[in-house]
């Protein structure tokens, strides 16, 4: 059983170059995506990624918020998975928030740019694999 899974969890997810993360379609079907890590995280409860507003996945989660993010660390072959809900977020403080250098490439207009959003994925349970065992947990607020 992991002591401290917020340390454990969120050590793992800051070494990853890529996260996936799950909605749900129209048809009630799982999808899953490949991004970039996420670009901001308040412990392993809230996550923040930058999107195009005109993506399917935006579309999905206006639709219907569950969805999934997970983490895999090749490898030593463990990963997480953390279950939860996306708001699709537009405002520009939060746009602003998490806006990089060198955005213009995904969003040519900057931080305004009307196809730049921002997903929020706030977790509530969690499942840890590692040494072909896995362990599901309640994800509590950030102790920072």
Known sequence: MMRNPE?????????????FIGSVDS??????????PPRKRDGIKEFWFSTNTSSMRVT????????CIY??????FRGVM??????VLEDSET????????DTVYYPEGVTDPDYCVLK????????????????????????
């Open 7 to 19: 340390q454990t969890i969120g050590n793992l997810i800051d070494k990853q170059g890529v996260s």
């Open 27 to 36: 048809d009630g079907f799982p999808n899953m995506k490949a991004m970039l």
């Open 60 to 67: 999905q989660y206006r639709e219907n918020p569950k969805a």
């Open 71 to 76: 983490f895999m660390d090749k490898r030593f």
């Open 82 to 87: 953390l279950k939860g809900r996306v708001e």
């Open 95 to 102: 746009k602003e928030m998490i806006w990089r250098e060198g």
């Open 121 to 144: 994925f706030t977790a509530e349970t969690g499942r840890y694999y590692s040494n072909f065992k896995s362990e599901d947990f309640e994800v509590k607020p950030c102790t920072n």
